[in-house]
């Protein structure tokens, strides 16, 4: 799939693009059949969405990014892409609204997502490309949570990463918001980490918060991370 992805978005994926090629080639050939029909039945309503979508979400990237990258760079501790990140902005993104493959990096985001809509348009967009910075295994956020780790003798939670990810990008779209007035604006980690992952929400809001405060640094706030959510969930009092 990903690399049929990379085919339809023309990028280049090297070695591993040429891995593949003739499944995806083959696969190319049944889309091109479908595409007719597609175009026919669905395709207007579905674009003109899509170009809805972008109208309005280019200037609020085109608003907040210089900072948003080099905040979102500093705290993760890893250089925002340097050159321009695609964006497919499609219908159907994927069952969670959106995702992002790396090296050539490519986001996806569907703009028929009721979750991606009015200002979370921007979360959605900064969320994304910090997937290029933060990942399970690589990164300054990976290595930070894996020395934690190994001086703990505690095992990373699976999801940790993606957690920390979560808070920071939408803290830091949720402050910028902030700044230029808009109270209103619900981030992603309110809604998705108290469901998905509900024992990281008060270690992150308290000591991957005081990382981003400038209070402690990221090796010291991964350890506690890692100390604080590795731990059997406590009893809740209610
Ligand atoms: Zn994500």
Redesign the pocket.
């Known amino acids: 799939m990903v690399a049929l992805r990379y085919r339809l978005a023309g990028l280049d994926a090297g070695e591993f693009g040429e891995r593949f090629r003739e499944p995806v080639e083959e696969l190319v050939e049944l889309l091109d059949g479908a595409a007719p029909g597609y175009r026919r039945c669905v395709w207007a309503v579905q674009d003109e969405r899509s170009r809805e979508w972008i109208a309005k979400a280019v200037p609020l990237v085109k608003a907040h990014e210089a900072e948003l990258s080099q905040r979102l760079s500093r705290y993760f501790g890893e250089p925002f892409p340097q050159s321009s990140t695609p964006v497919a902005v499609v219908h159907y993104g994927t069952w969670y609204g959106a995702n992002t493959v790396t090296r050539p990096h490519h986001i996806m985001i569907g703009a028929g997502d009721p979750q991606n809509q009015g200002h979370s348009a921007l979360e959605v967009v900064f969320?994304?490309v910090s997937?290029t910075m933060v990942s399970p295994r690589n990164g300054a956020v990976a290595r930070a949570l894996a020395s934690a780790a190994t001086e703990t003798g505690l095992e990373v939670p699976r999801g940790l990463w993606?957690g920390v990810?979560?808070y920071t990008a939408g803290q830091v779209v949720r402050q910028a918001f902030s700044q230029a007035g808009v109270r209103d604006f619900v981030s992603f980690y309110e809604e998705v980490l108290p469901r998905a992952w509900p024992t990281f929400l008060g270690p992150l809001e308290s000591e991957w918060q005081l990382y981003l405060d400038g209070k402690i640094g990221m090796d010291e706030a991964a350890r506690r991370l890692v100390t604080q959510t590795s731990q059997p969930a406590k009893e809740s009092p209610q």
Do not use: G
């Open positions: 969320h994304e997937h993606h990810l979560f």
